[in-house]
């Protein structure tokens, strides 16, 4: 809660100007019923139009200054509530750029955007009716009850035993409105989850009628938000009336005592007047009072999930800046006894992986899925430490690297495509901000896309993604293929980043890349590729069983041998049912 409150610091000057206006407005309420009694008694009651005109005037004259009071200070806490969401959504983005990439999976995507968005906004209305009446209306309870029993003590005497119990019954109130406004954002939290996953997975709900699962999938969620949401509404829905069913009677008892005192004499009917104003704006507090409550208790919930995430230790890679680091030169990787286990894990994924990848080798890495492939990539840019064993780049350590300089130096195409929406260009350069249009040409041409792209409606200015052209599975993997080359890197890996090509195209790539010096470890499930390979590792169950060319391996390993055939055996089947 701190650490959100710190974000507020930087409008200390402005926040102050908002509180004394709001004070402004205060002594205005405070005074009206006072000025209303005097009307009434030295005025009204006496027949009196100057008098009335005299205090009436005050009462215009202070209303006036309410009014502009009210509105600068609606001016300063809209300046400071917006600042203050701004440069927390600010942080939190940074923040999220930062987290090492073996965390990151720790907050789920669609948590991560309700926290930046839905909490944010939480908090930032908070400031904002903190700042125009959340010192308001508890002050005015108890200044109110002050000035109330000044007017008239005996019969402003009820005001101060009921008051303090009405606010026990509001902190009750406020500590379980908490924990059921923690868990309606993590509803809410589920419900983005699902609507997230169904516009990412449209294509695939189309192609197999899961139209109507995703609905009720959606609806159970959208169900469980709505259940949560009025759990924590109906406990403020009770409480409230409640709170104003004992003030309206408090007020029927102000009035009945008040009567009796007129007829004795004790009291003057301009000060029961006021009395009950008091009592009827201390009524009104305590719904202000319950809408604040509601709102600082969703603010709890949601300062709490922002600051778990502020509070994430941040990637050691982005403080590691060393004195002196060295540099990817020839690319030369070697893998010496490599274990790793993911964190949490109780298995290691690799174990004991040794091979060796001299200066410009295209080397394939095969295996069956889950066997080890991508965590093995995922080491050599350092987004996970090693287990056990060491890897050498070029004969340094890969931990003697500042990791920005490693990475910088890889070419790095993941599993999964991600194209933004953008044009073609936009979407190479990517990868390298600096570049001109004849290394982005050059890159395309390599990875064998620039032929599709000039096909293209408006050729490198095309765009892609959801307001854009569709590209094909292969052609977005050429993209990113292209956009990993324009960096030039030393060390190219390639996560499956060839499965959508045809034999032809992938050929030509392999060549392409063997014109760059470059040393390329290209995960694949296709002979073809390890045909073409100077060296093919074979991973199974994280231990390399056999590594070698594909000759080798077709004379030493039952299972690669097993590969090959079950290939050739798709392919010939493949083959009979097309000229069917
Ligand atoms: N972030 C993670 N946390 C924990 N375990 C993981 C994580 N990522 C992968 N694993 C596990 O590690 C094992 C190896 O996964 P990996 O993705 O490296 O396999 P792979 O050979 O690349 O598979 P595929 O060919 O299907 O992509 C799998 O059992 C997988 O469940």
């Not at 200054?65 to 600010?90: P, Y």
């Not at 949490?344 to 080890?372: W, Y």
């Not at 292209?482 to 499965?499: C, F, M, Q």
Request: charged share 15%; aromatic share 8%; hydrophobic share 50%.
């Amino acid at each position: 809660m701190r650490s959100i409150l710190s974000f507020l610091k930087p409008y200390r000057v402005a926040m102050a100007i908002a509180l004394l206006l709001m004070l402004v407005e205060l002594m205005v309420e405070l005074f009206h019923p006072l000025l209303m009694s005097k009307v009434i008694d030295n005025g009204i009651m006496q027949k009196d139009l100057p008098t009335v005109l005299f205090w009436g005037g005050i009462m215009v004259v202070i209303s006036f200054l309410g009014f502009v009071g009210g509105i600068v200070n609606s001016f300063f806490a809209a300046h400071v509530s917006q600042s203050f969401g701004f440069d927390i959504r600010k942080s939190l983005f940074a923040k999220v750029q930062s987290i090492p990439y073996a965390d990151f999976n720790k907050f789920q995507t669609s948590s991560l955007i309700t926290r930046i968005t839905s909490d944010v906004t939480q908090l930032q209305n908070t400031v904002f009716m903190g700042l125009r009446i959340m010192m308001r209306a508890p002050l005015f309870m108890v200044f109110g009850m002050v000035m109330a029993m000044m007017v008239h003590f005996q019969v402003a005497l009820i005001l101060v035993l009921v008051t303090p119990l009405l606010l026990l019954l509001l902190i009750w109130m406020m500590k379980k409105a908490f924990y059921l406004f923690r868990s309606v954002q993590e509803r809410l939290d589920l419900t983005n989850g699902v609507l997230r996953e169904n516009l990412m997975g449209m294509r695939l709900i189309k192609a197999l009628v899961r139209d109507a699962h995703e609905i009720k999938r959606f609806s159970q969620t959208n169900e469980a938000l709505m259940e949560r949401t009025m759990a924590a509404l109906r406990l403020i829905e009770l409480t409230v009336p409640l709170l104003l069913l004992v003030m309206n009677l408090s007020i029927m008892f102000i009035l009945w005592s008040g009567h009796l005192q007129v007829n004795t004499g004790d009291a003057t009917i301009g000060q029961i007047v006021a009395v009950v104003n008091y009592a009827t704006r201390i009524a009104g507090s305590f719904s202000t009072i319950s809408m604040l409550v509601m709102a600082l208790s969703r603010a709890k919930a949601s300062a709490t999930r922002v600051t778990e995430v502020l509070a994430t230790t941040e990637d050691p890679a982005n403080a590691e800046l060393k004195t002196s680091t060295p540099q990817v030169t020839a690319g030369s990787i070697v893998f010496d006894q490599v274990s790793f286990q993911y964190p949490d894990m109780s298995e290691p994924v690799l174990k004991s992986v040794s091979f060796q990848a001299r200066p410009g080798e295209t080397i394939a890495l095969l295996g069956a899925t889950g066997s080890g492939k991508t965590s093995l990539f995922q080491l050599i840019p350092r987004l996970y430490e090693l287990s056990g064993g060491q890897i050498w780049i070029d004969g340094n350590d890969i931990g003697a690297f500042e990791p920005s300089v490693l990475r910088s130096e890889i070419g790095y195409v993941p599993q999964e495509v991600m194209l933004f929406t953008g044009s073609v260009k936009a979407n190479i350069l990517w990868g390298k901000d600096n570049a001109s249009m004849e290394d982005i040409m050059e890159a395309a041409q390599k990875a064998q896309i620039h032929e599709t792209i000039m096909k293209l409606p408006e050729q490198y200015e095309t765009i892609v993604g959801q307001k854009g052209v569709n590209l094909s599975g292969g052609q977005k993997q050429r993209i990113s293929i292209a956009r990993a080359l324009l960096r030039k890197p030393k060390l190219l890996l390639l996560d499956d980043s060839t499965s959508a090509l045809d034999v032809r195209t992938e050929a030509a790539l392999l060549a392409a890349l063997r014109t760059i010096q470059c040393t390329t470890l290209i995960i694949t499930q296709k002979i073809g590729t390890a045909i073409a390979a100077d060296k093919v590792l074979l991973l199974e169950e994280g231990s390399l069983s056999t590594a070698g060319t594909h000759e080798e391996l077709l004379a030493q390993s039952a299972l690669y041998r097993e590969i090959v055939q079950s290939q050739i055996r798709e392919e010939a089947t493949l083959h009979v049912s097309i000229t069917k």
